[in-house]
């Protein structure tokens, strides 16, 4: 059996008291629950060292993860976070490759990679993002694309490395839309994902490998999503704005854990 991940990302959201309110009103709900789900909150960059500093002293079972790094280790990089402040700040992952970096922002395959590489040096755990747009998707490129993303930004890693990435499917037509990928849609691309790293690193590792699902990832349709063979959480993002919502997205985790 294996444990699910639940990752909140607040994108560009919340001010500080609204951001400690929240992270109190979690712990708060959750402070009676048993939990095998591990939980990853990722809050703007100003917020972390607060959100880690609030998991410590509530002793509650949540990491810290920021939303971003710099591909730079540090420098003459005005405006730039890098992966050496991110840890010192208590955070212990990292949002890799997010498709709103990538449309916004350009960041390619390259500068992804460059990314990785630095976030596992300074210990951090990426969590790496793929997907593909709906125009790619529609002239059946999806599985091409998602291919390239992962060769070309993460199968330079040897093994040692690669254990230490979570990846993240989101397709891009489903996020913020509304529209989520069917869980026939989502397993089949998390199974196509899971045969790469199969090839690349061995059975072994593509099992022990964490895939979660992210695109309109909510209350109502994360149990469905989660019992899915190959998909093995979420990164949730609007949804996980709301206490309440995002407790409910993981008490489908717990479920769907259960019933494995």
């Not at 709900?29 to 002293?57: K, N, Q, R």
Request: with cysteine.
């Amino acid at each position: 059996m294996k444990n699910k991940i639940v990752i909140g990302n607040w994108k560009m959201n919340n001010s500080f008291t609204e951001a400690e309110e929240l992270l109190t009103s979690i712990a708060n709900i959750m402070e009676d629950m048993t939990l095998e789900t591990e939980i990853v909150i990722c809050p703007a960059f100003p917020y972390l060292e607060m959100a880690a500093d609030l998991a410590e002293d509530n002793s509650f079972p949540y990491y810290i993860g920021a939303q971003n790094v710099s591909s730079e280790e540090k420098g003459a990089y005005t405006g730039e976070v890098s992966a050496l402040m991110i840890k010192s700040s208590g955070a212990d992952f990292c949002i890799i490759g997010h498709s709103e970096r990538r449309m916004y922002f350009h960041e390619t395959n390259v500068c992804l990679r460059k990314k990785t590489d630095i976030a596992i040096v300074n210990d951090l755990i990426p969590i790496f993002c793929v997907g593909e747009q709906l125009v790619e998707r529609e002239a059946q490129n999806h599985f091409t694309v998602i291919e390239n993303q992962l060769k070309e930004s993460l199968f330079h890693l040897d093994r040692s490395g690669f254990e230490r990435v979570i990846l993240a499917y989101e397709p891009v037509w489903a996020i913020g839309t509304g529209i989520t990928a069917t869980p026939a849609q989502a397993q089949e691309m998390h199974a196509f994902i899971r045969s790469l790293v199969a090839e690349k690193y061995g059975t072994e590792q593509a099992y022990n490998t964490y895939i979660l699902y992210g695109g309109s990832c909510n209350s109502k349709n994360a149990l469905d999503l989660f019992l899915c063979k190959d998909i093995d959480g979420g990164l949730i993002g609007g949804a996980s704005l709301t206490a309440n919502e995002f407790i409910e997205i993981i008490r489908a985790a717990e479920t769907s854990t259960k019933n494995d």
